[in-house]
């Protein structure tokens, strides 16, 4: 599902974002800190091709220090999760993006560690340059979408402390797990077409704090 990074692929990923329904949740998460992150759409340098932005967080962050994530955080008192998102995008990787940037909305995604996590899709027209900010974020990564939507991108496992299936993403990086897999995983069901819910897909343990 390798993409031009242009209009045209850009109104094709708008579109399908458009037809997603957000799942509404059946039980109230009042209890979740509200978080957002960011799937930011750039284009590849040596091949002009769509992918979205991976970091690996710095190792001295207080929490989940020296993981893959996508860029976000919490988000501020009185903050939408767009606005969090665009203002951690801003913070993390010197990326800032207006409103209209944003292409549409995942399913919110509770965590172990006690967030409800809202992704937000971007379309980053000017994502060729970033300044990643060293207090956050160790490196940055861009990875392409036939990447995400090869047929072995994703596995599942059991551990013993759920009942739950722990999801991973096998990126040429590594191994990536949840929140972040889960959040990649539905977005590349969106781009299929297909309403695919993945708030009860497993964190490892080390997620968990």
């Known amino acids: 599902m390798a993409m031009p990074f242009d209009d045209a692929t850009r109104r094709k990923i708008a579109s399908r974002c458009a037809d997603f329904v957000r799942r509404d949740p059946a039980e109230p998460m009042a209890s979740l800190k509200p978080a957002a992150v960011v799937i930011a759409l750039a284009p590849e340098h040596e091949t002009g091709t769509t992918a979205l932005l991976l970091t690996l967080r710095a190792a001295g962050l207080r929490s989940h220090g020296g993981q893959w994530a996508l860029p976000g955080g919490r988000c501020d008192a009185g903050e939408t999760p767009v606005e969090a998102a665009l203002r951690e995008l801003s913070e993390e990787l010197g990326l800032m993006l207006a409103p209209d940037a944003v292409l549409g909305l995942l399913d919110d995604y509770p965590t172990r560690s006690g967030y409800l996590i ?32 090869a047929d072995d991108a994703f596995d599942f496992t059991v551990i013993p402390e759920s009942t739950r299936r722990v999801i991973r993403f096998h990126a040429r990086e590594g191994l990536i797990h949840a929140p972040t897999a889960a959040m990649i995983y539905q977005f590349r069901e969106v781009l299929a077409g297909r309403d695919t819910r993945v708030h009860e897909l497993e964190q490892p343990v080390f997620a968990w704090k």
């Open 118 to 149: 809202t992704p937000v899709i971007v379309w980053a027209a000017n994502g060729r340059t970033l300044r990643p900010n060293p207090d956050e974020v160790a490196s940055v990564h861009r990875i392409g979408l036939d990447a995400i939507a």
